[in-house]
């Protein structure tokens, strides 16, 4: 018996705050710039926002290294703007979730201060030192933006551990202490009033605590972090933990962020006594590099693989719980720049079809700011040209690795996570009218003919679609509720059905330029990215949405 939880029913938006809209001529995003566009989100009928990191922070990681998770950036905003949003949105029906990241806290946070100032501070034991080992590192593992995951304490023999950078400690989950201080802020969170979580690099939480070195497998001569700091073993003591003294109190609505799970895990995560309402599945997002998550390993695929790759989680997912479904985030290039390489290519028609293709799925749609008017990646010629700290280290390791720096920045231009956080583009002013000064980071280029107020009004637009799409789920619980069930097609031809109390609706996705034959199929058609839909046929990069009779 399908369960109706009602964050089953969300439309989710998110937004990096940092690059949405300039409220206070500073070129960096803020609060207050997100008030006044919540008639836009009214306008396009998400429900629910998930707002990316504005926490104190010193921003190395643009705010996924808090140094005070109860008070607000300044370049945000106050904690005062942030109650008027939750309100003003509460007003129009939308809900607030937050970003909570606790597997790391910043080197600025005053719990890290006392800790490297005293090793006898109860502090010391909120984050993960250990001393060197014949004088060096206490092992060979590398962290995810490239280095040891060791760094030095001054004038001590010891080093702390970063899973991220090192103005990125890990917390020390392993102490009941530490824990309690973490339950008590997410119960302060909800309280407030917001929604929920999506919960940053959760998996990440307990370390194989041997700290054995591992094979090296890069010319750095270190070994990637993840087959010891993530997903292991023991994780789902602290998941019980975690969910019982904050979430279970609450009616609320969380969304693990975890890379490299295993379907056979799912359980922990999102099973009947799992942690969390829903997960981002990335084994179906990261098809185009290497499984170490190097940028530089590139691999290559084909819509067939990609297709298996998006049934398997649809049905391991489908078995046991939730899942958050989404084409883009802040972390992952632009959608129509992953799936279709060559750009002669980008179209609406290519741009609905992915959308159709990934909203519909069943789990709760997550759209990335942007995506709904169809922004695409950049193009930059420079590394110093990028801001994010993962694309310096993957230069870096690009370089290491033997590749020219010519090479190495075109990995970059294909993966950089600052391919999303570029800003908004909401006209065609020379800051896309984001902001009327320089923005914190250089825009795409591409706000002439990519942005909100040429579309706003054009029923023939990407946003239009999006607008539909969300109504058209407003109003079909088999969109929501539907079992998922693939379809026989064409290998470049993606179609699945959702079922739900005697109704079908299937949709079929084309993801070439040519025609493509497909079943016949009779029914009212719901959503047609062409709105001439001929049966048996797709056209090129043609989306249908079937209700069958
Ligand atoms: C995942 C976040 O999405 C990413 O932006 C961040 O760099 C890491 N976790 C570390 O917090």
């Known amino acids: 018996m399908m369960e109706k939880q009602w964050w089953k029913r969300e439309i989710a938006y998110q937004i990096y705050p940092k690059s949405f ?11 207050r710039g997100i008030i006044e566009k919540l008639d836009y989100l009214e306008d396009l009928g998400v429900t629910l926002l998930w707002l990316c990191p504005i926490y104190k922070s010193p921003m190395d990681d643009n705010g996924y290294d808090i140094s005070d998770y109860y008070d607000i ?8 703007d942030l109650d008027e949003l939750i309100e003003k949105a509460k007003a129009k029906g939308i809900k607030i979730i937050m970003d909570l990241v606790i597997n790391h806290s910043s080197d600025e946070h005053a719990w890290f201060k006392e800790a490297l100032k005293d090793s006898n501070s109860p502090y010391h034991n909120y984050y993960i030192f250990k001393p060197s080992v014949n004088g060096k590192e206490p092992n060979n593992w590398r962290s995810v933006f490239g280095g040891s995951v060791w760094q030095k304490v001054e004038g001590r023999d010891e080093y702390y551990f970063h899973s991220f950078s090192k103005k990125q400690p890990d917390l020390n989950w392993e102490n009941p202490k530490l824990r309690q201080e973490l339950y008590k802020m997410i119960n302060w969170w909800l309280e407030k009033g917001i929604a929920g979580f999506r919960v940053d690099a959760i998996n990440f939480i307990k370390k194989d605590q041997r700290y054995l070195d591992g094979p090296v497998d890069g010319q750095d001569g270190l070994s990637a ?28 609505m969380t969304v693990a962020e975890a890379v490299g799970v295993k379907y056979s895990d799912l359980g922990i995560f999102i099973g009947k006594q799992g942690c969390f309402s829903m997960m981002f599945d990335f084994n179906y997002c990261n098809f185009d590099i290497s499984e170490d998550e190097e940028w530089f390993r590139r691999q290559n695929w084909t819509i067939k693989q990609f297709k298996e790759l998006l049934f398997t989680s649809q049905r391991e997912v489908q078995k046991l719980g939730w899942i958050a479904s989404f084409l883009e985030n802040h972390d992952q290039p632009r959608a129509i720049n992953k799936f279709i390489l060559d750009k002669k290519d980008h179209s609406y028609y290519s741009q609905t079809m992915l959308a159709g293709m990934f909203f519909n799925l069943r789990g709760t749609p997550f759209i990335y700011q942007g995506e709904e008017i169809g922004m695409e990646n950049f193009e930059r010629t420079s ?9 310096h280290g993957q230069y870096q390791r690009a370089l290491a690795e033997g ?49 909100v107020a040429s579309q706003i009004h054009d029923p023939h637009s990407i946003y239009h679609f999006y607008k539909q799409m969300i109504s058209i789920r407003k109003q079909e619980d088999t969109l929501i509720y539907g079992d998922f069930k693939e379809l026989e097609t064409n290998d470049e031809v993606i179609g699945y059905k959702r079922l739900y109390q005697g109704e079908e609706i299937i949709c079929l996705c084309n993801f070439t330029n040519k025609i493509q034959d497909i079943p016949d199929i009779k029914g009212h058609i719901l959503l047609d990215n062409y709105n001439n839909y001929q049966d048996k046929t797709l056209k090129p990069y043609q989306f249908v949405m079937i209700k069958s009779l």
């Open 73 to 80: 950036n300044p370049e945000f905003g106050t904690m005062k």
């Open 21 to 31: 809209k300039d409220s206070n001529h500073d070129g960096i995003g803020d609060i």
């Open 225 to 252: 972090c993840f087959a010891y700091a993530r997903n292991q073993p023991g994780i789902e003591v602290f998941f019980d933990e975690l969910k019982r003294e904050t979430f279970a109190e609450y009616d609320c």
């Open 383 to 391: 590394i110093d040209e990028f801001d994010d700290i993962g694309s």
């Open 403 to 451: 590749f020219s720096k010519d090479e190495a920045m075109h990995f970059l231009n294909l993966r950089s996570r600052d391919n999303t956080r570029t800003p908004m583009q909401w006209d065609n002013s020379e800051y896309g009218g984001f902001s009327d000064q320089q923005p914190w980071i250089k825009m795409t280029g591409s706000q002439d003919t990519i942005n």
